[in-house]
């Protein structure tokens, strides 16, 4: 019978030992691990493993015969705490796993690449770039994607030039993208225009008028993230009133260039005489635009203002506030960058969690799935930011109602 090995610690636990050594091989008592070699011979201690086809070798002390040389252990169900052997070879078959994990490319990849070729993806976006692009990689990563190893993403910014967009749409489609990411409504509608078979994923916008079925089934080259901001104008000037209890006269801003603002201000003037608001509808079509603007509002004797969503005033937020902090107007936004940068309030989706979400649609896409069948979401997470130094500031007192429902309050 071959020698038991020790350690000086104890007899060796193993799972399962093979090959001649496993001859009288018995299980251990109750409550002890794995199996154990029949004697506990004090033959000195194990000197070296190895890594073989999967198999961990255990290699004898020197002295023993020759054919006994190597004992060959099976994968392992538990490791004794007490012997340093364990540990060493608990750290070899983490080395062993480590290794594995790195050279088996990602099941995304696997799943993608068609011929070894990396997906290319293209994002073009009406606005700058800001967060919301980080919160796009790292939904990315969540999925297995890495920007620049396994995935290419092209990308545009139009930072509020729209007249800008159908060149960048035109350059992404001929880039032979499998998917372009459309973030706001006028880089959406761009698109739209461009490519009738590019799979588009929309996301801080809404898709043109009559080119989607239904949300549940929207049917041609587009699916993706609505933001529902034309039925949300209604909700913000409600909000507005509520914090304003005396609020009878509402500056509203917009862009006409943005072709979702028609629709928007329906909203508004609807929103407005259900609330006994009188609206007054001032254009903005570039930041040189802001101080007429605000002027106009104010001998208009505006007692508050709300922005319409346009990248006119979301990438150029600080300025924005500063002028409207000038005039001391009241103000509602749709994003939390201007409560945040001193507007009195912001109400909408959360805009990074909305393009964090878009890349699920990318994975579906590459791995096959038509846009066509993936149904349009819709935002189920919204913020109520509410800035009470500002409040502060315009000797504002903010219901306690509205304060308990916020989000997030500034102090």
Same mark, same amino acid.
């Given at each position: 019978? &071959?020698q038991?090995?020790?350690?000086?610690?104890?007899?060796?636990?193993?799972?399962?030992?093979?090959?001649?050594?496993g001859?009288?091989?018995?299980?251990?008592?109750?409550?002890? &691990?794995?199996?154990?070699?029949?004697?506990? %011979?004090?033959?000195?201690?194990?000197?070296?493993?190895s890594?073989? $086809?999967?198999?961990?070798?255990?290699?004898?002390?020197?002295? @023993?015969? !020759?054919?006994?040389?190597?004992?060959?252990?099976?994968?392992?169900?538990t490791?004794? *705490?007490?012997? &340093?052997?364990?540990?060493?070879a608990?750290?070899?078959?983490?080395?062993?796993? @480590?290794?594995?994990?790195?050279?088996?490319?990602?099941?995304?990849?696997?799943? #993608? #690449? %068609?011929?070894?070729?990396?997906?290319?993806?293209?994002?073009?976006?009406? /606005? $700058?770039? $800001?967060?919301?692009?980080?919160?796009?990689?790292?939904?990315?990563?969540?999925?297995?994607?890495?920007?620049?190893?396994?995935?290419?993403?092209?990308?545009?910014?139009?930072?509020?030039?729209?007249?800008?967009?159908? *060149?960048?749409?035109?350059?992404? !489609?001929?880039?032979?993208?499998?998917?372009?990411? !459309? /973030?706001?409504?006028?880089?959406?509608?761009?698109?739209?225009?461009?490519?009738?078979?590019?799979p588009?994923? =929309?996301?801080?916008?809404?898709?043109?008028?009559?080119?989607?079925?239904?949300?549940? *089934?929207?049917?041609?080259?587009?699916?993706?993230?609505?933001?529902?901001?034309?039925?949300?104008?209604?909700?913000?000037?409600?909000?507005?009133?509520?914090?304003?209890?005396?609020?009878?006269?509402?500056?509203?801003?917009?862009?006409? $260039?943005?072709?979702?603002?028609?629709?928007?201000?329906?909203?508004? #003037?609807?929103?407005?005489?259900?609330?006994?608001?009188?609206?007054?509808?001032?254009?903005?079509?570039?930041?040189q635009?802001?101080?007429?603007?605000?002027?106009?509002?104010?001998?208009?004797?505006?007692?508050?203002? =709300?922005? =319409?969503?346009?990248?006119v005033?979301?990438?150029?937020?600080?300025?924005?506030?500063?002028?409207? =902090?000038?005039?001391?107007? &009241?103000?509602?936004?749709?994003?939390?960058?201007?409560?945040?940068?001193? !507007?009195?309030?912001?109400?909408?989706?959360?805009?990074?969690?909305?393009?964090?979400?878009?890349?699920?649609?990318?994975?579906?896409?590459?791995?096959? %799935?038509?846009?066509g069948?993936?149904?349009i979401?819709?935002?189920?997470?919204?913020? @109520?930011?509410?800035?009470?130094?500002?409040?502060?500031v315009l000797?504002?007192?903010?219901?306690?109602?509205l @304060?308990? *429902?916020a989000?997030?309050?500034?102090?």
């Amino acid at each position: 019978m &071959p020698q038991p090995i020790s350690t000086g610690q104890g007899c060796v636990a193993r799972t399962e030992v093979t090959g001649s050594e496993g001859q009288g091989v018995r299980r251990p008592g109750r409550g002890q &691990p794995g199996y154990m070699l029949p004697e506990c %011979a004090g033959v000195g201690t194990i000197t070296q493993i190895s890594i073989s $086809s999967g198999r961990i070798l255990v290699r004898r002390p020197e002295g @023993l015969p !020759a054919a006994e040389d190597l004992l060959v252990v099976r994968r392992h169900r538990t490791w004794p *705490r007490a012997t &340093p052997v364990h540990a060493t070879a608990f750290i070899a078959l983490l080395i062993l796993l @480590l290794a594995l994990a790195i050279l088996v490319p990602p099941l995304a990849l696997e799943a #993608q #690449q %068609a011929g070894g070729k990396v997906p290319r993806v293209g994002y073009l976006s009406g /606005a $700058s770039h $800001s967060r919301r692009e980080e919160a796009f990689r790292e939904g990315l990563r969540e999925l297995g994607y890495i920007d620049g190893k396994n995935i290419v993403v092209e990308y545009r910014f139009a930072d509020g030039q729209y007249e800008q967009l159908p *060149r960048f749409a035109t350059e992404l !489609a001929h880039l032979d993208v499998a998917v372009i990411i !459309a /973030a706001t409504t006028p880089a959406i509608r761009a698109v739209q225009r461009v490519t009738q078979t590019i799979p588009i994923v =929309m996301t801080l916008g809404e898709a043109a008028e009559g080119t989607i079925a239904s949300h549940a *089934r929207p049917g041609g080259n587009i699916t993706g993230l609505s933001t529902i901001n034309t039925e949300l104008t209604g909700k913000r000037l409600e909000l507005l009133k509520e914090a304003l209890p005396r609020l009878s006269r509402v500056a509203v801003l917009y862009n006409p $260039s943005n072709p979702i603002s028609p629709g928007q201000l329906s909203s508004a #003037q609807a929103a407005g005489r259900t609330l006994g608001v009188q609206v007054q509808l001032v254009e903005v079509r570039t930041i040189q635009d802001f101080e007429a603007a605000l002027e106009t509002a104010t001998r208009g004797r505006a007692d508050a203002l =709300m922005a =319409m969503p346009d990248q006119v005033f979301g990438d150029t937020r600080n300025r924005f506030v500063e002028l409207v =902090m000038k005039h001391r107007l &009241p103000t509602m936004s749709w994003t939390a960058g201007h409560a945040q940068s001193g !507007a009195l309030m912001a109400y909408g989706p959360d805009e990074p969690e909305m393009h964090r979400r878009a890349a699920t649609y990318v994975d579906k896409i590459l791995k096959g %799935a038509k846009p066509g069948d993936l149904p349009i979401e819709q935002p189920t997470k919204f913020e @109520l930011i509410i800035n009470l130094k500002t409040a502060k500031v315009l000797r504002l007192t903010i219901p306690p109602s509205l @304060l308990l *429902r916020a989000s997030r309050v500034i102090e």
